[in-house]
């Protein structure tokens, strides 16, 4: 059974100076050899926005300087790319996930569904939903979540319904709630988690964000296969074999997925709360 | 805010021998005091039934002596009691979980949704669906789950979504990882949830299961209140406020209802593995 590499990248960009936050980045990973590599969220700009208009001076097209960034990183690493940006498209913006497969034209974009804190007054929640990337050519499928998703089981839920062997979250996470749910995702799901979280702070009129880096990688049983220092900028890589995953049996008997009763589930998706 | 106490038993029941077993019981929590108790799944009968005759001949209607037992003993406490039973329908069985309020006339009855393993063989899989009993007199509201259904997060979810304050968990658990996940359930649905399991072996046809006890009540922000030890029967108490999980925010901008986007989630109803 084929495996192969992740690394996640734990990067804390300076908030603003997007092309030195490239090229940090791509010191950073310059000795790094991986099929997939996951990069935090709004990892090119730093995170903590005060306004629409300062996301929109930084915000870019899929045509972006970024994008194009991250489409050479692939390339240049024959690897997978999962990063965080800030996307604009025709006055909309939004706090997007790239994800890049080398030998695929067209770099599909992730847009963040459940937005956090102040991220409502700056960006526009997502609409692409949740979807799974197929790379052929690596026999992986990666279902991109970004950071507070976490929070929401339906999140990984449908991605692993979409068949993710492998779910990757960039993420800039100020609580260490998610240390206890990360693992209850891989378990409940049988995929493997990755979460490339960033460290440092930002301060915006007043207001601290710290970010509590501890980037991980779960296996699918939810043990954590490599866990990033609190602080700092690093690279953590795990080797894991995404088919393993694809049939959820657990005993001769259970299966996770096809143990799912969906008849009952109905006000997943019918209640909504005002 | 009114406070009430939780009081979960751990028991392992000797296998067949109601009458014992509820003796049994009775004594063990002769000296509790407490607003709700939870008992075990299973607890009048033992757990590992090798066929549907085995449990036909202890399955009860809603008119049998278990459900008798239950009734006075939460009349006798003055306390809400959840508790585990196989329970006989025409001809169907279920393992299903009693919820008696002292006040109300009625035993609701919760059928287990998700069977494990060998219950595939002896019973019915329930069909009474998740649903939240309103005690008024104490203010709470109850969303009873069995053992295997903690795998699930549609489980919890669905409970939470129906209003439950506290997630109710009678177990016969055999691995570990739930305890990965039982605070990753409090933590996304910001509810109280309390684990009654029971420890001990059960051995049938050669094949041995060994309980885990270490029954547990969590907080909503999924910090172990109590945990009881691996083995032996005992009773452990905490003090809950069940109405502090009644609104989900968690910071001025976010609430772990409002923000779910259920126009994403259809898969969670709609795709089922064959």
Redesign the interface.
Same mark, same amino acid.
């Given at each position: 059974m084929r495996s192969l590499t992740i690394a996640v990248v734990q990067f804390s960009p300076r908030f603003g100076r997007k092309e030195e936050n490239l090229h940090r980045m791509e010191a950073l990973v310059s000795g790094t050899r991986a099929d997939i590599m996951v990069f935090p969220e709004l990892c090119t700009t730093g995170y903590f926005f005060a306004s629409r208009d300062e996301v929109a001076a930084v915000a870019e097209k899929p045509s972006g300087v970024s994008v194009e960034f991250f489409r050479v990183l692939a390339k240049r690493h024959d690897a997978v790319v999962v990063a965080g940006l800030a996307e604009a498209d025709q006055g909309r913006l939004f706090n997007s996930c790239l994800v890049v497969v080398p030998e695929q034209e067209k770099a599909l974009v992730y847009r963040k569904?459940?937005?956090?804190?102040?991220e409502?007054q700056c960006f526009d929640?997502g609409d692409t939903?949740?979807f799974v990337v197929h790379d052929a050519v690596r026999d992986v499928r990666i279902g991109p979540m970004v950071c507070?998703d976490w %929070?929401? &089981?339906?999140s990984a839920?449908?991605l692993t319904?979409?068949g993710a062997d492998l779910i990757a979250c960039p993420a800039n996470l100020v609580t260490e709630?998610w240390h206890?749910?990360m &693992?209850? %995702?891989a378990?409940?799901n049988k995929v493997y988690v990755a979460v490339a979280n960033r460290a440092g702070t930002e301060t915006r009129a007043g207001e601290e964000l710290v970010f509590k880096g501890s980037s991980a990688i779960y296996d699918w049983?939810?043990r954590t296969l490599r866990q990033a220092r609190p602080h700092g900028d690093t690279v953590i890589v795990a080797e894991i074999h995404p088919a393993e995953t694809r049939d959820?049996f657990f005993?001769p008997?259970? !299966?996770?997925? %096809? !143990?799912? %009763?969906?008849?009952?589930?109905? &006000?997943?998706?019918?209640?909504?709360? &005002?």
């Open positions: 569904t459940h937005l956090f804190y102040k409502k929640a939903g949740f507070y %929070r929401f &089981p339906e839920r449908v319904l979409l709630a206890l749910v &693992p209850a %995702r378990i409940e049983s939810g959820k005993n008997l259970n !299966d996770v997925l %096809r !143990d799912r %009763r969906p008849e009952f589930y109905a &006000p997943l998706t019918t209640i909504r709360k &005002p």
